[in-house]
């Protein structure tokens, strides 16, 4: 049965005003906010960080910019660089400095998209993120040192594990340049995250194949494969299936 003292009214003055009652649990979705990444103190403070530390850098960045570059197309490069002690600790600076910008792009474009993140509050997951990156670092220096206590020439061992953080540098250069460049147009986060990760495979490839490069100009290829999949293969796949099975 209908209500007799209802009043139907046409649509062009019913919605003309009055309010429209909604439960509680669906306003709620409509009216709280999703908050952006830059609105949270803890980003903010380690961009400050991360910028301050860039710009401090700079000097040393173009000191060894035309070495870092040159290794892009010849391996020889990363051997005149460990071969100086003054070159490889400035390298050694930037790739520690380098390491905040990379992770500050990986946490805000989502490259990490392990379900363990997901119980972590957004505000922090830039820490997360960064002690993730930190953690994978760690594994590959401890591979290091257990490899190279087997080396047969531990010098040249060092130069081609030292070489990845020549194009660490790069990389996150390239990083924060691409991810500027996407903050402030109309690409899709989505879309911009595909982009960067892209860009960061490039750079691992070429990092991996100047590696080789350095180690097959003195030993065999079976045993350049073998410290490849202690030094490279197996860190990076356990990140790689850390995100996707966690």
């Not at 709280?32 to 803890?42: G, I, L, R, T």
């Not at 060092?158 to 790069?170: C, E, Q």
């Not at 070429?206 to 030993?219: F, G, H, M, N, P």
């Amino acid at each position: 049965m209908t209500d007799s003292t209802s009043v139907i009214l046409p649509a062009t003055r019913a919605f003309t005003s009055g309010t429209l009652e909604m439960p509680d649990s669906i306003s709620a979705g409509y009216t709280e906010s999703v908050q952006a990444w830059s609105s949270f103190p803890v980003n903010m403070v380690l961009v400050i960080i991360a910028t301050l530390l860039m710009f401090l850098t700079i000097r040393i960045f173009l000191n060894i910019a035309p070495l870092l570059f040159d290794s892009l197309s010849r391996w020889k490069a990363c051997v005149n660089i460990d071969a100086s002690v003054q070159l490889k600790g400035d390298r050694n600076t930037l790739a520690t400095i380098i390491t905040l910008p990379i992770a500050l792009v990986a946490d805000r474009f989502g490259f990490f998209n392990a379900d363990i993140l997901d119980n972590i509050p957004e505000a922090w997951s830039s820490p997360v993120t960064l002690g993730i990156i930190l953690v994978w670092l760690l594994v590959r220096h401890m591979a290091f040192y257990f490899c190279m206590l087997r080396a047969p020439r531990p010098e040249t061992f060092r130069t081609a594990n030292t070489s990845f953080f020549n194009y660490w540098i790069l990389a996150g250069l390239l990083l924060v340049l691409t991810a500027g460049v996407i903050s402030f147009t109309d690409i899709p986060d989505a879309s911009g995250r595909s982009i960067l990760l892209y860009e960061l495979a490039v750079m691992y490839f070429v990092a991996i194949l100047r590696k080789s490069q350095i180690l097959l100009s003195y030993c065999g290829p079976l045993t350049t494969f073998l410290y490849l999949c202690a030094l490279e293969f197996i860190p990076t796949g356990a990140l790689i299936a850390g995100c996707i099975l966690l």
